[in-house]
């Protein structure tokens, strides 16, 4: 499947982008173990790379280019993710998860069967995502989700606060499987600081980055 995308913005032009899945993997911009402001609990994080959206105050705008960052499968993302016995969960962020749809719905069927729950960001609402206009395999990844944090960021209705699971006001949570119901208690205004064995830093939270 190749994407055109003919859309020039101020910042960036892009022409042709290859989904991932021509190459055999996701195209990952950035990973975590135990994260505690992305989900319920304690989850695996993948931020996947490409967006087309350049919301002003993007906390990770080095993940909107459509380019090839790192390719991997999804066995050897699920085994990574289920290696770790802390995580019980796993969340989506990116740049935008639902234009990889098809292999994210790979990976979430897998760990999901390992009794670990998945959770989604999206700059979609959940109505785009239900449309014909969707992304491939859209539906087929909602299916997989327990929750989904849909909207984009808007920077003038940013919430500052330690207790918000949202970035801005806009932006809704959809529990899409009623037993965590109980579990919208994660703070997105926070940071973690994880520093990777390659001395990668990662800020995850309220204005997360990846820094290399």
Known sequence: MRKILRERSRNLNREVWESPSVHGGEDVKGYVDESAVNGPGCRAVVWVQG??????????????????????TVESLAAKILAN????????????????????TEL???VKEKGLNVMSFTGFTIEQLRSTQAPPHSQELLAQLDILVDGAYVESLAIHSPDSPVSSSNQRIHVLNPALEDQINWASDQVEIHILKDGTRIFTGFWGQIIS
Request: aromatic share 18%; glycine share 8%.
């Open 51 to 72: 967006c087309s959206r350049e919301c002003r105050g993007c906390f990770n705008p080095a993940s909107w280019f459509f380019e090839i960052n790192q390719l991997i």
């Open 85 to 104: 016995p802390r995580n019980s969960g796993l969340t989506f962020s990116g740049g935008e998860p639902f234009w990889q749809a098809k292999a994210l």
């Open 108 to 110: 979430a069927k897998y």
